[in-house]
């Protein structure tokens, strides 16, 4: 099979599928039973496939649409991937040796 090759800039890109994300695809499903599972987005068409694994959803969406445009959004978030440091909640265990016997 060729190698898509994009057709708009990164900008565009990225301006199209939040678009056809928020106008049509968000308020389609329901985003607490979806909650970070990943949406491929054909660009072009507005077509979509969702999937708790990106390469599921994508393949799904090229099965489709051969020549798809796709645009990946994560239900839930505005971003597919975080970069850098983010806060996570850490639990002290104050009721014995945790794994390593400290």
Do not use: C
Request: glycine content about 6%; overall charge neutral; proline content about 5%.
């Amino acid at each position: 099979m060729p190698e898509l090759q994009p057709r708009y800039s990164k900008e565009e890109f990225a301006q199209r599928g939040d678009e056809i994300y928020e106008r049509d695809i968000r308020p389609q499903i329901d985003e607490t039973s979806n909650a970070g599972k990943f949406v491929a987005i054909d660009i072009e068409t507005g077509a979509y496939e969702i999937d708790v694994d990106k390469l599921t959803a994508s393949d799904r969406l090229l099965a489709r649409y051969p020549e798809a445009q796709i645009w990946l959004r994560r239900v839930g978030s505005r971003y597919v991937r975080r970069f850098g440091l983010h806060h996570r909640s850490v639990r002290l265990r104050v009721d014995g040796p945790d794994r390593r016997g400290w």
